[in-house]
């Protein structure tokens, strides 16, 4: 089974940027909808983003201006460039994979990876 584990999180003032990785074990772009989400403190977790095996992405509303997802397939790996950073941004951000889209943007899964914590400050 394939393993993800995302790395690249940090303290970053308000306005930066910062990249994430999604490292997966295997390969993982054939067939598989790759995902980020994000949980905030206090709150549950949400769908950032998706990438589809033919590469066209997917964000969640007002993301995408400040959003960017990217792949290197010969690393397995999978990419989040997030830029202008702002306080909202601070959460635990995690990868995930799915057959599908529908339900990528719903992060239906029972399994998770431990993601990597990005805090924004001012």
């Known amino acids: 089974q394939v393993q993800l584990v995302e790395s690249g999180g940090g303290l970053v003032q308000s306005g930066g940027s910062l990249r994430l990785s999604c490292a997966a074990s295997?390969?993982?772009?054939?067939?598989?909808?790759m995902g980020w989400y994000r949980q905030a403190p206090g709150k549950e977790r949400e769908w950032v983003g998706a990438l589809t095996p033919g590469g066209r992405t997917y964000f969640a509303d007002s993301l995408e201006a400040r959003f960017t997802i990217s792949r290197d397939n010969a690393k397995n790996a999978m990419y989040l460039q997030m830029n202008d950073l702002k306080l909202e941004d601070t959460a635990v951000y995690y990868c995930n994979k799915f057959r599908t889209l529908a339900p990528a943007i719903q992060g239906a899964s029972d399994s998770w990876g431990l993601g990597t914590r990005v805090t924004v400050s001012s």
């Open positions: 295997g390969s993982i772009f054939d067939g598989y909808v």
